[in-house]
């Protein structure tokens, strides 16, 4: 599939996404290393399920510990480390919640949604987060992927230049027609201008092919079971 090019849609698209008609020159002052953004995309909600042998030597405290050393994910957030622990004299222990919490200056929060339908025209949004205590600069960019029809194209970068006040967000849409069923990546970039801060997401979008009594059916089947669920908890 191609992108469709019919005048009115184009005009149309022209309007909700071609809003920088900056030169290239204007737009390579002071950005620094686009091409060697490396985009976060490893987004698990749980992770380093793993069982770790303590040493039976408790140190003068009459605690045994271990250290353990381990890259964190993708995500910007406050993981909750949970453990439990299995002795024979003492049986089973919870340890308290121990929080870790992996920040930016400057990060991009992407949103897609679970889905989309081939052919039909969705908007994503890249959310810019500021939590710099000055104001800055931004050009933020969304990378060409042909299963996509999109202002980004094979030949022409599709970016945008946009201030940002300290300690504030600032929300980018993007409209896009999905040509190709499947799982697809979808990836944008920012860089700050003046500084070696950049920030890259990358997810995947599904793309499904329509289908509204498929959809229907199933809708039917879940407010079915909530009923009964819902039943069995009052009686």
């Known amino acids: 599939a191609k992108c469709p090019q019919p005048a009115n849609r184009r005009r149309r698209r022209s ?7 900056a030169s290239k ?5 002071d950005f620094f290393g686009d091409d060697n953004i490396i985009s976060r995309s490893d987004f698990p909600e749980s992770w380093l399920w793993q069982t770790e042998q303590l040493p039976k030597q408790p140190n003068s405290q009459g605690i045994s510990s ?26 089973i222990c919870v340890a308290e919640p121990y929080e870790i919490t992996a920040m930016k200056d400057f990060f991009i929060d992407l949103q897609v949604p679970y889905s989309v339908v081939k052919n039909e ?6 959310v ?30 599709y970016r945008q230049q946009l201030p940002i006040k300290a300690l504030s967000s600032r929300a980018v849409p993007f409209v896009i027609v999905p040509l190709q069923q499947g799982l697809h990546d979808i990836e944008v970039t920012a860089r700050v201008r003046g500084v070696m801060t950049s920030d890259g997401v990358r997810k995947k979008l599904k793309v499904v092919v329509s289908n509204k009594w498929g959809y229907i059916m199933a809708l039917g089947e879940k407010a079915i079971s909530a009923n009964i669920y819902h039943n069995l908890f009052i009686y």
């Open 121 to 126: 025209q969705v908007e994503i949004r890249a």
């Open 66 to 91: 271990k250290i353990l050393s381990f890259y964190l994910k993708d995500f910007i957030t406050t993981w909750v480390v949970l453990a439990v622990s299995i002795t024979p004299t003492k049986g």
């Open 128 to 157: 810019l987060y500021n939590y710099a205590d000055e104001d800055i600069e931004v050009r933020v960019e969304l990378l060409h992927n042909p299963a996509f029809c999109s202002a980004s194209t094979e030949r022409q970068r």
């Open 25 to 29: 020159g204007d737009f390579e002052d």
């Open 15 to 21: 309007v909700l996404l071609l809003d920088s008609k």
